[in-house]
């Protein structure tokens, strides 16, 4: 088992100790030397770093941690890259969530207008960290999970030549429940699932080989939530036009309307809480007694990314062939789409990295249009976080299945170039 250099890029965040714990759970599998924790707040790196130092020890694991700010230095030979970045920290959030409101637009962090804007901001971060893996780390994998994690995805698999696979984990959630819904004595379970991050379905649920999906939607069962997400209620006509179990994300786009009024009668915003409970998290983790991940730190929204990121990184490192759900170059996996479109699909994941499973005899026309529009979105929003390109980032806003209009697309983009101006080198050169 050979030693690792493991290298968190944004390390100060609090999800942090989810990684730790993911690292704790598998230090049979993989031998972690060094760990740099990277971050460019020296205060939360210090509390997030020490908390860390802590988890490790009273587990009985050496790894030398470092603490740094200094980007070459901790993607230096390193041989895994985790990146957790948000560009403009919680404030720029709580602009991406208002914002739109004031034009009658959903505000989230990672779709619609808000996720653009942020999109905006992180992918000249993510390009420099990119530039740096090619000459520093160029056979690390760099494994990322900063939002919006399938448009960043969709940026670096085309624009860099790093070796890259995009995070999220809402498919072990997806999972996850949809395996609950299978009968106790059932021997064997396996799934189908299609779509693009934030906008994908469970479209199939075999138990002993058996589908029985279908039968479950005309029952009315309904979809797993998200603790960031306001909750809705899946009708059975509504499941049975999609034909699948979707993300919570999708609340966005099948009850835009009611999401909309929840967003606008909202006293605080979801960052606006992130804030209180980043808050809370940050006093928890000074405490010298505390050694292990705190039950709060679900309700911050990033509950099993350890699982996701960690196991990901130890099927790669062990040569596991699991199946997981991440996003990659489609390469024929959903043939409806391009080949080089970013697309959040079954993989198997070995030493190779992330090789698509292709999806046979898919024909769902709704799901089908849903994501080619989505996507449409995603490749003018790249083009435009490379360049600055004014016109492709109106462009990509008028696709986009939750805005559309020219008036409220112009608008909204405007306000938010000119609130996130220091974060936006492409566009004001």
Same mark, same amino acid.
């Given at each position: ?59 009985? @694991? ?7 700010? +200094? /980007? =070459? $230095?901790? *993607? ?6 985790? %990146? &957790? @970045? ?7 959030? +709580? /602009? =991406? $969530?208002? *914002? ?6 959903? %505000? &989230? ?13 992180? *992918? ?306």
């Amino acid at each position: 088992m050979r030693t690792l250099k493991i290298t968190i890029i944004g390390a100060g965040s609090t999800y942090t100790p989810e990684l730790i714990q993911g690292i704790i759970s598998r230090k049979t599998s993989l031998n972690v030397g060094v760990l740099y924790l990277m971050d460019i707040d020296p205060v939360k790196l210090r509390i997030v770093g020490e908390f860390t130092k802590r988890m490790l020890l009273a587990n009985n @694991i050496n790894t030398k941690v470092v603490f740094t700010d +200094i /980007l =070459d $230095e901790a *993607i230096e030979d390193a041989d895994y890259i985790l %990146g &957790q @970045i948000r560009v403009g920290k919680l404030e720029a959030r +709580i /602009l =991406d $969530e208002k *914002i739109p409101l004031k034009y009658d637009l959903i %505000g &989230q962090e990672t779709t619609g207008a808000g996720g653009f804007m942020k999109a905006m901001r992180t *992918i000249p971060v993510m390009m420099n960290i990119a530039s740096k893996i090619e000459s520093l780390a160029p056979k690390a994998w760099f494994i990322n999970f900063t939002n919006p994690s399938g448009l960043i995805a969709e940026t670096l698999l085309n624009y860099t030549h790093i070796k890259t696979i995009g995070l999220c984990n809402g498919p072990i959630k997806m999972i996850r429940n949809a395996k609950k819904l299978i009968p106790n004595e059932t021997q064997s379970f396996d799934y189908d699932f299609v779509g693009l991050n934030h906008l994908c379905w469970i479209t199939g649920v075999y138990a002993d080989n058996k589908n029985i999906l279908q039968d479950l939607l005309k029952k009315g069962i309904q979809p797993d939530v998200l603790k960031n997400i306001p909750q809705a209620n899946y009708e059975p006509a509504l499941l049975n036009a999609i034909k699948g179990l979707p993300i919570a994300y999708l609340n966005y786009y099948y009850f835009r309307d009611e999401q909309l009024q929840l967003c606008k009668d909202a006293k605080k915003t979801r960052g606006e809480v992130c804030v209180e409970i980043e808050k809370e998290l940050l006093e928890l983790y000074q405490d010298p007694q505390l050694k292990e991940k705190p039950s709060i730190l679900d309700q911050r929204g990033g509950a099993l990314y350890s699982e996701a990121a960690i196991s990901l990184l130890d099927a790669i490192e062990n040569d596991k062939n699991e199946i997981h759900v991440v996003d990659v170059l489609n390469c024929g996996a959903y043939p409806f789409m391009d080949n080089n479109d970013a697309v959040e699909v079954k993989c198997l994941v070995n030493r190779k990295g992330a090789t698509p499973i292709k999806y046979e005899n898919f024909n769902d026309i709704y799901i089908i249009g849903l994501m080619k529009a989505v996507k449409a979105y995603e490749k003018l929003a790249a083009k435009a976080g490379i360049s600055g390109d004014y016109s492709s980032a109106l462009a990509a806003l008028m696709v986009h299945p939750l805005i559309g209009d020219y008036y409220k697309a112009k608008n909204v983009l405007d306000d938010m170039l000119e609130a996130n101006k220091r974060f936006l080198p492409q566009f004001f050169k």
